[in-house]
T-cell receptor, first 110, second 115 residues
Framework: GQNIDQPTEMTATEGAIVQINCTYQ??????LFWYQQHAGEAPTFLSY????GLEEKGRFSSFLSRSKGYSYLLLKELQMKDSASYLC???????????FGPGTRLSVLP | GAVVSQHPSRVICKSGTSVKIECRSL??????MFWYRQFPKQSLMLMAT?????????EQGVEKDKFLINHASLTLSTLTVTSAHPEDSSFYIC???????????FGPGTRLTVT
């Protein structure tokens, strides 16, 4: 079966650093994605990991450990506009289907 | 970057009627398009995957006779919700990807309200 877990909600302070974890158990693996979604809008792509390690992109970094079925998204220098839901998604072996996690609602407080 | 549009952005219809939602890739050829449904405060649930020129593959629990998907060209896929009921009210999002590209590009979504 397919199972992806993320914390439901997180709260952090403006300027701080926050780490959003994602664990997955899927029948196949061909990449892990992180998306940001503001309320009422479509998701926007943040990062993609297919090999173990850390991918850094500005204030956002994403880490993957395939052996542990684990990823995290790290957000630095938090801004109020970072308040959104963050979705972890895994692509299966055939590269066609994406399975989305439940999403983590992040609230950034002043 | 790649752009995907959806039309309409919002639609209100009466129970029992049918609604068609269009998804277009504006600047690339989408060999595969995905249709998702998202209920409030929940994540995206994949409804079906469609490849241009072939029948859509529906996820378990999604009625193919109720949610008709047509992917007639490399830039257009349509989702028709037939005989809509209030429980079909949701946010419907399409995404598209080209060839062997790993990335899928999301449309802006369509909010359907069935009264």
């Amino acid at each position: 079966g397919q199972n992806i877990d993320q914390p439901t909600e997180m709260t952090a302070t403006e300027g701080a650093i926050v780490q959003i974890n994602c664990t997955y158990q899927t029948s196949g693996f061909n990449g892990l994605f992180w998306y940001q979604q503001h309320a009422g809008e479509a998701p926007t792509f943040l990062s993609y990991n297919v090999l173990d390690g850390l991918e850094e992109k500005g204030r956002f970094s994403s880490f993957l450990s395939r052996s542990k079925g684990y990823s995290y998204l790290l957000l630095k220098e938090l801004q109020m506009k970072d308040s959104a839901s963050y979705l972890c998604a895994v692509r299966d072996n055939y590269g066609q289907n994406f399975v989305f996690g439940p999403g983590t609602r992040l609230s950034v407080l002043p | 970057g790649a752009v995907v549009s959806q039309h309409p952005s919002r639609v209100i219809c009466k129970s029992g009627t049918s609604v068609k939602i269009e998804c277009r890739s504006l600047d690339f050829q989408a060999t595969t398009m995905f249709w998702y449904r998202q209920f409030p405060k929940q994540s995206l649930m994949l409804m079906a995957t469609s490849n241009e020129g072939s029948k859509a593959t529906y996820e378990q629990g999604v009625e193919k006779d109720k949610f008709l998907i047509n992917h007639a060209s490399l830039t257009l896929s349509t989702l028709t919700v037939t005989s809509a009921h209030p429980e079909d009210s949701s946010f419907y999002i399409c995404s598209a990807k080209a060839g062997r590209s790993y990335e899928q590009y999301f449309g802006p979504g369509t909010r359907l309200t069935v009264t």
